[in-house]
Antibody
């Protein structure tokens, strides 16, 4: 069974750094793109970026380029999303998603990680 | 960046009725790379349609997708109570993806 298990909820202060994780299991981790999707409170879905664990090819949406870093450790089948300096506007649920390469559709989603940034 | 415009923003229908949701792109999208998702309150999104018209695993056949170029449609033939949710279209092109702002389907 394909599973994407995300790390737990975080409460941080503005200016702090953060790295959240997404562990894939039940499939060949290096053969599927993993992406991150943001959902701000009461709002829609936003594509942040994707990474191919096989070669770490990474692609960012222009809105998130330079704001976050997506990485992967294929030895432990885990993808990461990190911030160096959080802002209150980063408060959101973050989903990791497995994308089917041939159609770039997200067929499996993690449960989401709620990140709250507040002073 | 390709912008996806979904309409209507909210659709009010009753169980048993037919729902037609629209997704229009600011420039042509490869049909291979157009997907639809359903999101119920408090849940992660679920893939319904990939490649504009392919049904994802386990999705009932009352859900169908169509379209090409800049105009795509998700149709739900006979609404069930569990279909009342928010629906998003998503495209991938030029090495990045975008989502539409969603259509809320309500009773």
């Amino acid at each position: 069974e394909v599973q994407l298990e995300q790390s737990g909820a975080e409460v941080k202060k503005p200016g702090e750094s953060l790295k959240i994780s997404c562990k894939g299991s039940g499939y060949s981790f290096t053969n599927y793109w993993i992406g991150w999707v943001r959902q701000m409170p009461g709002k829609g879905l936003e594509w942040m970026g994707i990474i191919y664990p096989g070669d770490s090819d990474t692609r960012y949406s222009p809105s998130f380029q330079g704001q976050v870093t997506i990485s992967v450790d294929k030895s432990i089948t885990t993808a990461y999303l990190q911030w160096s300096s959080l802002k209150a506007s980063d408060t959101a649920i973050y989903y990791c998603v497995r994308f089917l390469d041939s159609v770039m559709a997200g067929d499996h989603w993690g449960q989401g990680t709620l990140v709250t940034v507040s002073s | 960046e390709i912008v996806l415009t979904q309409s209507p923003g909210t659709l009010s229908l009753s169980p048993g009725e037919r729902a037609t949701l629209s997704c229009r792109a600011s420039q042509s999208v490869s049909s291979n790379y157009l997907a639809w998702y359903q999101q119920r309150p408090g849940q992660a999104p679920r893939l319904l349609i990939y490649g504009a018209s392919g049904r994802a695993t386990g999705i009932p056949d009352r859900f169908s997708g169509s379209g090409s170029g800049t105009d795509f449609t998700l149709t739900i033939s006979r609404l069930e109570p569990e279909d009342f949710a928010v629906y998003y279209c998503q495209q991938y092109g030029n090495s990045r993806g975008t989502f539409g702002r969603g259509t809320r389907l309500e009773i």
